[in-house]
């Protein structure tokens, strides 16, 4: 009499535990991220029937105010979740494992009968190999929708260098609306998943963790009894570690200030890494930020946070000052700057709380700017660095961004000069970045080869930015 079935091989289980912990930070790192700009809901005709979430719900998970640290850890998981992912698809192919999980002919059809079966409308149990149909296409649905999360996230987190993954997902838009529903749709996988594993009883959960099915208890076996405490104690090592883990992570200390600050340092590290890693893989400055027609843009302009450049400034005050390599000073007015070449763009602005708006930009090209001033050894630098006359609002930009084409000193919107909401006189319009870098009321301009410093690194967010 065989007592024992072996059911789930170590590396399925293993690639289920992980992804466990893995999947729950990613929701709620996303969720924090989320909050920014809590745009979802379902509208219909005027009417908005579902808004996720309500106010009382962030403020139950105290979710407000972190979008920094969310994207921290959700830049960070994600390598993680795309790497279970893979070995677990690449285990199902190598092991020919995925011929019990793909649906096939007659799936769809039995998995009707299974659910009849499930909900004790139907007696009899229809036909099944060692999963029945509608486990095979719950299985096979969650990889694909894992892959959806990968594509549609790529693409919203690099739209400008993943255009094609981008238009592949029906734009900006949709990928994050896509994104969001994925989302729900893990949610509601794992609620009916525990439902089920509930339903199925001890015996099945055991078998979760230590990989077999005792089919008839007969007098323990002592090699039952060792399979079983071992797996257990593993499982308990385990969970435990996942616990110790988290608590190191989430309890690491801050970065101590400098260039970048305001996030765990482990976090930082990664988040160094992995901007680094997109950089070198995907920046080209032929990538081109969508454009858009001219009559697409917003008539009003969204005005956000203005840091250092509050209210209107006497124009009679203002002079942008260069600071060469040499140590020479370039005082530049808006007139000179307006007698250059004059380039425009009407693009997607993206700020990285999560809003966007068409919007349309006028002025110089960087490029056009550095040519022009003969500021050829400045642009051999690494990093450009912008500030506010009152130095309150500061950025660093990275060369090869600054030098993109598209990238603008820009003196008017819609063809008026900047007003005091939008940066006047002068205004960084940088595409390939999100609105963080778009410094407002440029007053100084340097070069380096170090990192300048950054307002919005110093608060936890990416150093780099890009889009
Ligand atoms: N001087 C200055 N520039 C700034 C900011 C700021 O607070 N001060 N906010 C930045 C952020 S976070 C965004 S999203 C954009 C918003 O630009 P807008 O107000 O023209 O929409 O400006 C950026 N440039
Ligand atoms: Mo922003």
Redo the contacts with the bound molecule.
């Keep these: 009499m065989k007592a024992i079935k072996d059911k789930h091989p170590l590396i399925v289980r293993w690639t289920h535990w992980v992804n466990f912990p893995i999947l729950a930070i990613m929701i709620w790192s996303g969720m924090l991220i989320y909050w920014a700009n809590d745009e979802y809901s379902i509208t219909l005709f005027g009417h908005t029937y579902v808004r996720f979430f309500p106010d009382w719900y962030y403020n139950l998970l105290k979710i407000p105010q972190r979008l920094a640290e969310g994207m921290a850890f959700h830049f960070l998981f994600m390598w993680f979740f795309a790497l279970n992912g893979i070995f677990y698809v690449l285990y199902t192919i190598i092991s020919g494992a995925w011929r019990q999980l793909l649906p096939n002919q007659d799936s769809f059809k039995e998995a009707w009968l299974v659910l009849l079966h499930d909900l004790h409308i139907r007696k009899t149990a229809p036909p099944r190999d060692k999963y029945n149909a509608a486990q095979r296409i719950a299985y096979t649905a969650i990889i694909i929708m894992g892959f959806g999360s990968l594509v549609t996230g790529l693409a919203i987190y690099k739209p400008v260098q993943f255009n094609w993954l981008c238009w592949l997902c029906g734009g900006y838009h949709l990928a994050r609306i896509w994104h969001f529903v994925l989302t729900i749709g893990y949610v509601l996988f794992f609620l009916i998943h525990v439902i089920q594993v509930i339903l199925a009883g001890w015996n099945n959960f055991r078998s979760v963790v230590t990989g077999f099915e005792v089919v008839n208890e007969l007098p323990a076996e002592q090699k039952i009894k060792r399979r079983n405490f071992i797996s257990f104690a593993i499982f308990g090592v385990y969970v435990a570690g996942t616990y110790a883990g988290w608590r190191w992570l989430y309890k690491s200390p801050d970065e101590t200030p400098g260039i970048t600050a305001g996030a765990h340092k482990p976090l930082r590290k990664a988040l160094n890494k992995t901007e680094l890693f997109f950089r070198r893989l995907t920046f080209n400055e032929s990538h081109l930020v969508k454009t858009y027609p001219r009559s697409m843009a917003a008539k009003k302009?969204?005005?956000?946070?203005?840091?250092?450049?509050e209210g209107e400034l006497p124009p009679e005050y203002w002079k942008l000052q260069v600071k060469k390599i040499s140590g020479e000073t370039l005082q530049i007015t808006l007139d000179e700057l307006m007698k250059l070449p004059k380039t425009e763009i009407t693009y997607d602005?993206k700020?990285?709380?999560g809003w966007d708006q068409i919007s349309h930009w006028e002025g110089v090209s960087f490029g056009d700017f550095m040519a022009h001033f003969k500021l050829e050894a400045e642009s051999r630098m690494e990093y450009v660095g912008m500030e506010?006359p009152d130095q309150?609002?500061y950025v660093g930009i990275d060369m090869p961004s600054a030098l993109h084409p598209q990238t603008l000193l820009a003196y008017q919107m819609n063809d008026e000069l900047l007003d005091g909401?939008?940066?006047q006189p002068l205004?960084l319009i940088i595409p390939v970045k999100?609105?963080?870098k778009?410094?407002?009321?440029i007053g100084t301009i340097t070069f380096s080869n170090s990192r300048p410093r950054d307002y919005?690194a110093e608060q936890g967010y990416d150093y780099y930015s890009g889009l």
Excluded at 301 to 309: E, L, M, P, V
Excluded at 438 to 441: C, E, S
């Design positions: 302009i969204r005005h956000n946070s203005d840091i250092g450049s602005f700020c990285v709380e506010t309150q609002y909401n939008h940066g205004r999100y609105g963080i778009n410094l407002k009321r919005w």
